[in-house]
């Protein structure tokens, strides 16, 4: 028996928030309800020629109230045996989405597999250690493009390690360690151009394709890398001018000692294979931009392309075919679980749909709305993500959460329907910037041994830029034209 359960007889429980799977569950369970209070009722839709191809939009003030029963007998209010049904018609309505990711998921672990990544980094690293500024800009380019191509996240973790005591080497501190492997890969996923686990999947539900928005997504990358950069390098040389002022002054003696090791162990040979395999992805991404842009590919296509490099960067890899395929399983169940949230929250919009409540939301919210600025609407779209961004940190399964009725309601209101994939993509990735929940965050933290409260003080006024700037780019992604 504890201590603490001695003197108080009892245990003290953390308070923790529900897992995302319950969520969602209990908000099936709310719109359950919700279908035998929300009047029930419709848009007219129409097809509407745009530069990314046809869609079927609603047309504004086409609203019209049905009964609850209909004169066939079908009774749109959902029950129990209804919300028991949903997942499975969540995750089929979705079955486009989810085979999306799990197959992203199981090409990428195949390219991960053969080290490429890890191993150009560490080539990277090792040229650059007698140029030691210069570590900070080219490496947190090279993650920052990981991160608004492919959505690079865990596979930054090893870095950390190598990082440590490279950079406390040279005379900076933990946090700066730290800021180059996480704000790199997250400023890039924050800046997506052409992530397929926030941008196209959210574009994909919304049911824009090619991408249109891709150059001003790209300029957006650049501003927010720069600033991230220049942000990290100040810090860094305030540090190394003034160790004292590092925010993990006192700690850092003792991380010096765990993280000692040769320089020999942080050197990763890079092979004429890895190479070839960086070549190889390298080519599938500049496939993948050229046919979003001319040829309006959609997630079949992009999907297609991402095989492709997972089987062709295994065999430049030197994987054998049953690497290969055991690689490919593991990458799938390793994306299972976003996967089957996109399904789960699928079966959201299924019972809402079946229960025709959804125009009506989308109505009351239209009505509520209308004539408000496009800058004013598009904030109101970044705060409604961010703060939904805390209990579904995964950019995925918020955008299967979300999309299916912001993407609708942006339209009713006369805004580029981009706007609330862009309020997505930024609103979603600042929040788990600073976010307890955020797995990456935490997981990156602890490899560093930096404090929650270490780090607060240390980015609270960056991350107020990148809110201001989030803002900004929301804005305008719905001023542009469709």
Known sequence: MTEEVATTGKK??????????????????????????????????????????????AVAGTYTPTDKVQEDGTDLRQGIFEVLEAPTQGIQAAADVVAFVLLIGGSFAIITKTNAINAGM??????????????????????????????????????YA???????????????????????????????????????????????????????????????????????????????????????????????????????????????????????????????????????????EISAVFFGMGVLSGIVGGLTEREMADEFVKGLADFAYAAVIIGLARSILVIAENGMIIDTILNFLANMLAGLPTAIYTSLLYVVLGLLSFLVPSSSGLAALTMPVLGPLTEL??????????????????????????????????????????????????????VALGLVFTAISGMLPV
Not at 425 to 450: D, E, H, R, W, Y
């Open 122 to 159: 560490s080539h990277v690293i090792k040229k650059l250690k007698k140029k030691e500024i210069l570590i900070i800009p080219i490496t947190m380019i090279l993650f920052s493009i990981g991160g608004t191509t492919f959505g690079m996240s865990e596979e930054c973790l090893p870095f």
């Open 162 to 300: 190598i990082f440590m005591p490279i950079m406390m080497a040279m005379g900076y501190d933990s946090m700066t360690a730290f800021l180059i492997c996480f704000m790199g890969p997250q400023l890039g996923y924050c800046a997506s151009t052409l992530n397929p686990f926030n941008v196209l999947i959210a574009q994909g539900i919304v049911g824009i394709e090619g991408n249109p928005q891709l150059w001003f997504r790209f300029i957006t990358w650049i501003i927010f890398t720069v600033m991230g950069i220049i942000w990290v390098m100040r810090y860094a040389r305030r540090v190394k001018k003034n160790p004292s002022s590092s925010i993990t002054f006192l700690d850092d003696p003792a991380k010096r000692i765990e993280f000692s090791v040769q320089d020999d162990d942080t050197e990763v040979p890079f092979t004429g294979r890895q190479r070839g395999v960086i070549c190889v992805f390298a080519c599938g991404m500049g496939l993948i931009v050229w046919g979003l842009i001319t040829q309006g590919w959609y997630m079949d």
């Open 413 to 466: 209101m006369g805004v580029n329907p981009e706007a609330a994939v862009t309020a997505l993509q930024f609103a979603n990735q600042t929040v788990n910037t600073i976010s307890p929940t955020a797995g990456m965050t935490v997981a990156g933290l602890a490899v560093c041994k930096i404090s929650f409260g270490q780090w607060w003080k240390t980015c609270w006024k960056f991350v107020i830029l990148m």
């Open 12 to 57: 003290k429980r953390k308070f923790q928030l529900p897992h995302v799977y319950t969520i969602v569950f209990l908000l099936m369970i709310l719109f359950a309800v919700l279908t035998w209070i929300i009047p029930s009722g419709s848009y007219e839709r129409q097809t509407i020629e745009t530069a990314a191809g046809e869609r079927d939009v």
